[in-house]
Nanobody
């Protein structure tokens, strides 16, 4: 019953911004962590945990590479988790996916990278 749908990707120049959206159904954002994950072109079998939020900021996670540039937030009324990406770099390029768990963000997001079964995702390309 749990469903998630990613959107908001696109092509931007270095230094630009994008906002990704993860619309969820079948569960409450109050009780589940929602994380963003990335697969990089050329490394299709490697998955990185980018960010995660659970509840009223009761649990947060940011990869070191995005701290200070990305911000994760949730809107319960819209059943949506956002990833605001600023100061984008070429190394941010990849396919972005969201997923959810009743666990806390840490260590769930790290464990999740070791599993498959990703959805459609949304493509982010940062290029000059």
């Amino acid at each position: 019953q749990m469903q998630l749908a990613e959107s908001g990707g696109g092509l931007v120049h270095p230094g630009g911004s994008l906002r990704l959206s993860c619309v969820v159904s079948g569960f409450s954002l109050d009780d589940y962590a929602v994380g963003w994950f990335r697969q990089t072109p050329g490394k299709e079998y490697e998955t990185e945990a980018i960010s995660c939020i659970r509840g009223n900021v009761s649990s947060l996670y940011y990869a070191d590479s995005v701290k200070g540039r990305f911000t994760i937030s949730g809107d319960n009324a819209k059943n949506t988790v956002y990833l605001q990406m600023n100061s984008l770099k070429a190394e941010d390029t990849g396919n972005y996916y969201c997923d959810a768990s009743p666990r806390r963000c840490t260590p769930w997001v790290i464990h999740r990278t070791r599993l498959g079964s990703w959805g459609q995702g949304t493509r982010v390309t940062v290029s000059s």
